[in-house]
């Protein structure tokens, strides 16, 4: 089975700083990564994925994230946030081959400050 | 493309009235999935269907939830009788053959 952590609830930032949010998995298999990104009172939209190849993935808006195995984690990192970046982020993991079994973290807001 | 459509938007109903969510997914999907999400529990899933076949309904919680798809570009699920803790706000999404998920923009319900 799989999970997925996001240790952090909510992260304060002001406008134009950098920013990272923190995901780490557990699966006893290879596996697909996702973030997703959930504007108030909208559905969940994808920014970016990871399922093989190049570590390093640029997704929507100007994130990207790092896959990075020996330590089970896959952060999101954004250099300059913009008011508009605020909202919920989730974390998510499906085993390799089966991206129809997507297992969510519990979502972390950014919160970006002017 | 219009993306994934719910309907109802919102839903306020009293306990032991039946529910039903509705959805259209994307022209030319294959997969379709509903989740539940609350504060507690975050995002579940509770269903998904491949080429209008229920594939795995694990994560519906008990009978009073059932799921159908009668064809490509319909979808329904329904709560009967519904109970207070089932207030979540319910996401439809859709799938081509793939690894990407469209999410509709939810239906919040409320159940007095």
């Known amino acids: 089975a799989q999970s997925v952590t996001q240790l952090d609830s909510q992260v304060p930032v002001f406008e134009e700083a950098p920013v990272e949010l923190r995901c780490n998995y557990s699966?006893?298999?290879?596996?697909?990564l996702f973030w997703y990104v959930q504007y108030p009172n909208q559905g969940l939209q994808l920014l970016l994925k990871?399922?093989?190849?190049?570590?390093l993935v640029k997704g929507i808006n100007g994130f990207e994230a790092e896959f990075n195995k020996s330590q089970t984690s896959f952060h999101l990192r954004k250099p300059s946030v913009h008011i508009s970046d605020t909202a919920e982020y989730f974390c998510?993991?499906?085993?390799?081959?089966?991206?129809?079994?997507?297992?969510f973290g519990t979502g972390t807001l950014l919160a970006v400050q002017p | 493309d219009a993306g994934v459509i719910q309907s109802p938007r919102h839903e306020v109903t009293e306990m032991g009235q039946e529910v039903t969510l509705r959805c259209k997914p994307i022209?030319?999907?294959?997969?379709l999935f509903w989740y539940r999400q609350t504060m507690m529990r975050g995002l579940e899933l509770l269903i998904y269907?491949?080429?209008?076949?229920?594939?795995?309904d694990s994560g519906m919680p008990e009978d009073r939830f059932s799921a159908k798809m009668p064809n490509a570009s319909f979808s329904t699920l329904k709560i009967q009788p519904s109970e207070p803790r089932d207030s979540a706000v319910y996401f439809c999404?859709?799938?081509?053959?793939?690894?990407?998920?469209?999410f509709g923009p939810g239906t919040r319900l409320t159940v007095l």
């Open positions: 269907f491949n080429n209008n076949v229920p594939i795995d």
């Open positions: 990871y399922l093989s190849g190049s570590t």
């Open positions: 999404a859709s799938s081509p053959t793939g690894d990407e998920q469209f």
């Open positions: 022209s030319g999907h294959n997969s």
């Open positions: 998510a993991v499906s085993p390799w081959g089966a991206t129809n079994k997507l297992i």
């Open positions: 699966s006893s298999v290879s596996v697909y």
